[in-house]
């Protein structure tokens, strides 16, 4: 189970992203259900931690424009397993999306402080 907070009303959980030669990183990321992708990362905090490299990948955003992004190939430490995922660049707070959260539930108590929990859900 992971668990979070809502915070400036935001659900906020903190993940350990893993990179190369044993890098690590504890990021505070917002969940985005809006975002259909796993995680974003900023350019500095990819090259940090020496991330790999994958494609070029564009996007439409919710006020109908499109860009273009850079995607690499990361880990991270999610529900107790170390779990490789893909990355996109973006310059900004850190995001979690829908890809990251599938087979999960999430709860979320929106109130100031209040609790966030994403928990796997039982196989069909």
């Known amino acids: 189970m992971i668990i979070g907070t809502i915070t400036s009303d935001e659900a906020r959980v903190r993940l350990n992203v893993k990179g190369k030669r044993g ?5 505070e990321a917002v969940i985005d259900s809006g975002y259909t992708g796993a995680l974003t990362l900023p350019p500095g905090l990819i090259a940090m931690l020496e991330l790999r490299w994958q494609s070029v990948d ?10 273009v992004f850079q995607v690499y190939v990361g880990k991270l430490d999610w529900d107790c397993k170390v779990r490789t995922i893909l990355v996109d660049e973006a310059d900004a707070m850190p ?5 990251l959260l599938r087979g999960h539930e999430l709860k979320m108590q929106v109130r100031s402080r209040g609790k966030v929990t994403i928990r796997r859900l ?3």
Do not use: F, H, W
Request: hydrophobic share 35%; proline share 4%; with cysteine.
């Open 58 to 67: 564009r996007a439409t955003l919710a006020d109908g424009s499109t860009c």
């Open 122 to 124: 039982p196989r069909r």
């Open 23 to 27: 890098r690590e990183r504890v990021v």
């Open 95 to 99: 995001l979690v999306g829908m890809r």
